[in-house]
């Protein structure tokens, strides 16, 4: 079993920055192919960034290149998506996911093993 713990989530005007964190426990951090999604009300679950178990190789959604960053903080166990020019449409609960059978696990969603509860992130314009 693996426990994924979001936290950095808020409400801030269009422009600014977020920092999000998922914490991952029960299984070898290392190990763990790591991505994060997001959910707007009334839309499907979509891909933002993934990252591998070395974090050699990352892959971003076309709408959040260039702003966002996906790493990995060995020492906490976990992973970081940093939010930069933050606009009103990434507005949406973001979640961390992890796949414990593959090297990179990418844009695909089914190859997620585990799932975080969740953090708001509310963008204003």
């Known amino acids: 079993q693996v426990q994924l713990v979001e936290s950095g989530g808020g409400l801030v005007q269009a422009g600014a920055s977020l920092r999000l964190s998922c914490t991952a426990s029960?299984?070898?951090?290392?190990?763990?192919?790591m991505g994060w999604f997001r959910q707007a009300p009334g839309k499907e679950r979509e891909f933002v960034a993934a990252?591998?178990?070395?974090?050699?190789?990352?892959e971003y959604a076309d709408s959040v290149k260039g702003r966002f960053i996906i790493s990995r903080d060995k020492n906490q166990n976990a992973v970081v998506l940093q939010m930069n020019g933050l606009k009103p449409e990434d507005t949406a609960v973001y979640y961390c996911?992890?796949?414990?059978?593959?090297?990179?696990?990418?844009?695909?969603?089914?190859?997620?093993?585990?799932w975080g509860q969740g953090t708001q992130v509310t963008v204003s314009s």
């Open positions: 990252i591998s178990w070395s974090g050699l190789s990352s």
């Open positions: 029960g299984r070898t951090f290392s190990s763990l192919a």
């Open positions: 996911a992890a796949d414990t059978k593959r090297y990179y696990s990418g844009k695909d969603h089914k190859n997620y093993d585990y």
